[in-house]
């Protein structure tokens, strides 16, 4: 594939990406839709700059686009965090949790917007020409390295957060932690090929790896994550409640489970979502694997049943 194919590629996924942006400032209901904003107007920074920094025929030029990649990269990984946070704890962090976390990113863009001054970042830019096109290369500097190790803890921190959302909802697909996990896996091969050296021309495929996170997060927070506030709050209190709770539609088909549920009964994981249990006081199903347990079950047909 051209320069100039990857380029358009680009540019099609950054006006996707502003898309997304208008869509979620129109849909501001979701409790992860605030720092998924911040995350997609960095992400959109990072590609539009990338495809542009292709098309530059200066290094005046291609500097230029570097500092505007940087304002969006700095901060993809801390927003990305804040993100996954949000999704295991249904709160946001402490404040000098966050100041840590966009510590490093506002000093690697400080030293990218004056990387003429001094060499902590990038101890200089030269151009390699390749196909009509001049590409930037770079001699990495010391906090270069200490951006890149920052961002694999981020990233791998992330991992971790919504692994344990989504082993909470039983490893099923239909929910947004599965979706967020996909989107920050799959950042991981485009990384692992450029770093190899095995990218076309020698491109940096990580704009390409984050445009397409981009959309899989999208997906978890407006087609997944589309609660209200008084929503998130009730059912985080669910989730923390240590009785064990299963919830029943008017069918006695099994429509949620908390986390204590599981621990009681193994076999209760999102595969069971919808199926019907003949009787809530008596079904077999339900016999607790450890005793001294006390269950409720709740069931709403018309009025709300406690057994």
């Given at each position: 594939m051209t320069i100039d194919a990857l380029r358009i590629l680009l540019y099609a996924a950054s006006a996707a990406i502003f898309?997304?942006?208008?869509y979620s400032i129109i849909r501001q209901k979701s409790h992860l839709a605030r720092y998924f904003f911040f995350s997609a107007v960095c992400s959109f920074m990072y590609v539009f700059g990338y495809a542009s920094e292709l098309g530059s025929r200066t290094l005046e030029q291609i500097r230029f686009w570097l500092t505007i990649e940087y304002f969006g990269l700095s901060f993809i990984g801390t927003f990305w965090f804040l993100l996954s946070w949000k999704l295991w704890y249904s709160h946001n962090p402490r404040f000098r949790m966050s100041l840590i976390l966009f510590f490093i990113p506002f000093v690697t863009l400080l030293l990218v917007t004056t990387q003429e001054y001094q060499g902590f970042f990038y101890k200089?830019?030269?151009?390699a020409e390749s196909e009509g096109h001049?590409?930037?290369?770079?001699?990495k500097?010391?906090?270069y390295w200490v951006q890149t190790i920052f961002q694999l803890l981020i990233i791998l921190m992330s991992l971790y957060l919504q692994l344990r959302s989504?082993?909470?909802?039983?490893?099923?697909?239909a929910n947004d932690s599965f979706w967020m996990l996909l989107g920050t896996f799959n950042l991981i091969p485009w990384i692992v090929v450029y770093q190899l050296g095995l990218s076309p021309h020698s491109v940096d495929l990580g704009p390409f790896g984050i445009a397409i996170s981009t959309f899989f997060i999208a997906v978890a927070v407006f087609r997944y994550g589309a609660l209200t506030s008084e929503e998130v709050l009730l059912y985080s209190i669910f989730a923390s409640i240590e009785d064990a709770v299963v919830i029943l539609d008017r069918e006695n088909r099994i429509s949620d489970f908390n986390s204590a549920a599981q621990k009681i009964?193994?076999?209760l994981n999102a595969s069971r979502l919808g199926k019907t249990v003949s009787n809530p006081i008596d079904a077999p199903l339900f016999e607790p694997s450890h005793q001294g347990k006390i269950i409720k079950f709740v069931s709403i047909a018309g009025s709300k049943r406690f057994y």
């Open positions: 898309a997304i942006i208008i200089s830019l030269s151009l001049y590409l930037v290369v770079i001699d500097g010391p906090w989504w082993r909470r909802y039983g490893g099923s697909r009964f193994p076999w």
